[in-house]
């Protein structure tokens, strides 16, 4: 079996377009997930047991159905309740909720992962809770988060490829178009295996970078005055 180059080279601003509309919805789905992450993490630690059932539930449910089981009950399921979005809206409302819950369970597990009584430490120097959340607690848990929000944003950029069954004009679909124009199967899907790898290499190296950045500029958050007094109070520092 000999392979045809031109059948790469003659598609690729289509295999491009089709990329670039994977990564916006994979960037919306980003931001919108890990503001539903934030939030649903602090139902998920609130004292509130309705909150933390509800947060418990959404998980759940999310966790323990596909990713195109969701997407198929958003895109069809909605249109039989009166509800008409368009496919691509569809397509990232469901990723977006899918990767929430995941993002979910980072958060709390990095917020639980710190020393308890840090919230009280730091009230009992007469920090607010948003200043205890905002310099004390918030800057302890973003250098750990990465590594496992990078490894799930990758995991979502990779399931928007099921996007593509309700037509929506990502990489994948781009894929089946030109296969379909083409009948080389094979050259096709060499380049979007390669498209998809191209791209989450370049994710996970920039996120490298910046976990070193991170680590050092929370390093150096953690050395003002009011945050050396609270780690004194917590037994951290002498």
Avoid at 132 to 140: F, M, N, W
Wanted: glycine share 8%; aromatic share 10%; proline share 6%.
């Amino acid at each position: 079996m000999s392979l045809d180059p031109s059948v790469i080279i003659d598609n690729l601003p289509l295999f491009m377009e089709g990329a670039g509309m994977t990564l916006r919805i994979t960037a919306i789905a980003f931001v919108v997930g890990m503001t539903i992450g934030g939030f649903a993490s602090l139902a998920a630690l609130s004292r509130f047991a309705p909150l933390r059932w509800i947060c418990s539930t959404y998980i759940a449910v999310m966790r323990g159905i596909p990713f195109i089981v969701l997407l198929f009950l958003i895109h069809y399921g909605l249109p039989a309740a009166g509800i008409r979005f368009p496919a691509i809206v569809n397509g990232t409302a469901a990723l977006s909720l899918f990767a929430g819950a995941y993002y979910t369970e980072i958060i709390r597990a990095c917020v639980q992962a710190l020393p308890k009584g840090q919230w009280e430490s730091a009230r009992a120097i007469g920090m607010s809770p948003a200043a205890a959340a905002k310099d004390v607690i918030i800057p302890q848990i973003l250098a750990p988060m990465v590594p496992p929000v990078v490894n799930c944003t990758m995991t979502m950029i990779k399931e928007s490829s099921v996007i593509s069954t309700i037509t929506v004009a990502e990489l994948t679909f781009s894929g089946l178009v030109v296969q379909g124009e083409t009948f080389a199967p094979f050259e096709v899907f060499i380049a979007v295996a390669l498209i998809y790898w191209a791209i989450t290499a370049a994710f996970a190296f920039g996120a490298t970078m910046f976990e070193r950045r991170l680590a050092g500029a929370s390093r150096n958050r953690l050395m003002t005055p009011l945050v050396s007094r609270y780690l004194v109070l917590d037994g951290r520092r002498t």
